[in-house]
């Protein structure tokens, strides 16, 4: 099955096409729930901010301008929305192993069971631009370019948020040396 370039959707989507729009919700449904989830930490809040993300672009979606990529774009206004849940401070419930999406091994340790529940902890401790920043670049693997646009900084500021968190998280995890 060829895969319809996401400029092409956006532009149908644009002109009312429903199925154009569903083809993007689709391709982009997962990526922006991973990015909702592990910024909020709780499976509640990711799908309300991903269900959210994807009402906001539609009604937005005739003034997209296609400056950036449309995967730039919702990711922009997905982090946006998990902003202003930290600005309200609502999560509803921690992350557990659980809800990072396929089971973890059953044959997995207590003890990478516990490191990966303090390592869980303290992204969800980081300041939220270090945690978004970490987040895209690593879990979501979007370049230092795209993630200023989604963060709407510059390359040199991400560069140094990325940096002030790994530090952080390394800070404590060297003890499990």
Do not use: N
Not at 2 to 13: Q, S, T
């Amino acid at each position: 099955m060829v895969e319809v370039d996401d400029r092409i959707l956006v532009g149908a989507a644009q002109s009312g096409d429903l199925d154009a729009f569903e083809m993007l919700v689709r391709r982009y449904h997962a990526p922006v729930y991973r990015i909702a989830l592990r910024l909020l930490g709780s499976s509640a809040d990711a799908d309300d901010v991903t269900q959210d993300t994807f009402l906001r672009a539609w009604r937005s979606l005739a003034r997209f301008r296609g400056d950036s990529s449309f995967a730039t774009w919702l990711y922009r206004i997905a982090t946006r929305r998990c902003f202003d849940l930290f600005a309200a401070h609502r999560p509803t419930q921690t992350l557990d192993e659980e809800q990072h999406g396929p089971s973890v091994d059953p044959a997995s340790t207590i003890e990478q069971r516990e490191r990966l529940r303090a390592i869980t902890q303290q992204i969800q401790a980081l300041p939220p631009d270090q945690r978004a920043a970490l987040v895209l670049r690593e879990f979501e693997g979007l370049r230092y370019e795209d993630i200023a646009d989604v963060l709407e900084t510059t390359v040199p500021a991400i560069k140094g948020r990325i940096h002030r968190a790994r530090l952080a998280l390394l800070k404590e995890t060297t003890a499990w040396r």
